[in-house]
């Protein structure tokens, strides 16, 4: 799996990489439009490898399509006003029911890496979760910003090291553990094969250097033989609430709840793993109707508006994750570009929930959809 391989980066030379450097807020009309306006500043194989997906992208685009075969309904005589976008998650208060997924390689995107993606979501009000591959290391980015904080984990074949990384993110306050269980290999991204993609130099992983600056541990791979027992090492080497991120089937739900998980984060990865498996929102009912409320759902892949913001929380999600937008708002404008992203579809949620006479988070949980 040369291809995107984060590993590859740690032990090759310094090159140039000319990626997003400008700070500035940005004037949004929405998520959508944000993806051309990235690909003219982030060098062209690193844009296709954070806005690509697995294959023919079936999935990739159903993620989106799926949003729109679900409608809400419009109520404007309840005598209702939104009074609050604010919610409780794993027992931190964040701003809006929107967190940030987590992702590899910010320095792809802009130079300020994941210190600036968490300075943002600080700003914003909201948490971000600091991948096993990024670029900064889990230390460097707790460091950025205030606020709550998750770390993402991917389990390599070195349990040593994995127990060491575990144990670093609770002394480094990360307040939870996502654990992902998506990737036993990485998906066929033909773009990353075509591109002959390898993280450049600038966004190679830190988390994975000892030391004295070597590499450490992510040359042995990713673990591809997940269960219980991972989910129950990840719960004993934190001491952390784990989320288990990567569900896309009641099965796999009902196993991560029996293991133990704190919370359950229901995503395909944004179309990036298996192509034509189902729309994450498609999936989500089921999974939220075996869940039954017993731990938190959050929800991720393909959420753009504050319409599939309102319409996941409707079908079950108690938060959603946003993905790529993130990225795009982080290369054209920095710490305030993530900002101004996360405001804008909080902007947008605050205008659907008046339109559909939703007071509050809690309301929204509360409504349902049509069709
Ligand atoms: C460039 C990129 C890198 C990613 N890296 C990770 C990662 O390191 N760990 C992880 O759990 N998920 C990773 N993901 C998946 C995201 O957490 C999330 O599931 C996905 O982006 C949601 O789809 P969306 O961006 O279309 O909304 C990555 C996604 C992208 C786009
Ligand atoms: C071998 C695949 C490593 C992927 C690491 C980052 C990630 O999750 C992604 O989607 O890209």
């Known amino acids: 799996a040369a291809g995107r391989n984060p590993q590859a980066a740690a032990s090759r030379p310094a090159e140039t990489w000319q990626t997003g450097s400008a700070e500035r807020p940005l004037q949004l009309a929405n998520l959508l439009e944000l993806e051309e306006a990235a690909a003219k500043v982030i060098p062209a194989a690193g844009f296709d490898y954070i806005a690509g997906g697995a294959e023919d992208e079936w999935t990739l685009r159903e993620n989106r399509a799926a949003f729109g075969r679900k409608q809400v309904a419009q109520r404007v005589l309840t005598g209702k006003v939104v009074t609050d976008t604010a919610t409780t998650i794993l027992g931190s208060r964040i701003a809006m029911p929107v967190i940030i997924a987590p992702m590899g390689g910010h320095g792809i995107a802009h130079v300020s890496a994941e210190a600036g993606t968490a300075r943002g979501a600080a700003a914003a009000g909201t948490l971000h979760t600091v991948s096993t591959v990024a670029t900064l290391s889990l230390e460097e980015a707790a460091q950025a910003a205030d606020g709550p904080r998750w770390f993402q984990i991917y389990l390599t074949n070195d349990d040593g090291f994995n127990a060491e990384l ?145 319409k996941a929380l409707a079908s079950g999600a108690d938060v959603v994750a946003l993905g790529r937008p993130v990225l795009y708002g982080l290369a054209l404008g920095g710490w305030q570009g993530v900002q101004s992203v996360l405001q804008q579809i909080e902007r947008e949620l605050r205008t659907v929930m008046q339109l559909a006479g939703a007071a509050t988070v809690d309301d929204i949980r509360r409504t349902g959809l049509i069709g």
């Open 166 to 310: 575990l144990q670093r993110a609770r002394a480094a306050g990360y307040n939870a553990i996502v654990f992902t269980v998506d990737v036993p290999v990485g998906g066929n991204r033909d773009r990353d094969r075509r591109n002959g993609f390898v993280y450049p130099a600038a966004a190679a992983p830190r988390n994975f250097l000892d030391a004295s600056g070597r590499p450490r541990a992510i040359d042995r791979g990713f673990k591809s033989r997940l269960d219980a027992d991972s989910i129950d090492f990840v719960k004993r080497h934190s001491g952390l609430p784990v989320v288990v991120k990567g569900v896309a089937a009641p099965d796999d739900a009902r196993l991560a709840l029996d293991a133990g998980a704190a919370g359950i984060q229901v995503s395909n990865h944004g179309g990036r793993q298996l192509d034509g498996t189902p729309a994450a929102f498609s999936v989500l009912p089921a999974i939220a109707d075996a869940v039954q409320g017993r731990v938190p759902l959050i929800f991720d892949s393909g959420v753009r508006r504050g319409t599939d913001v309102f």
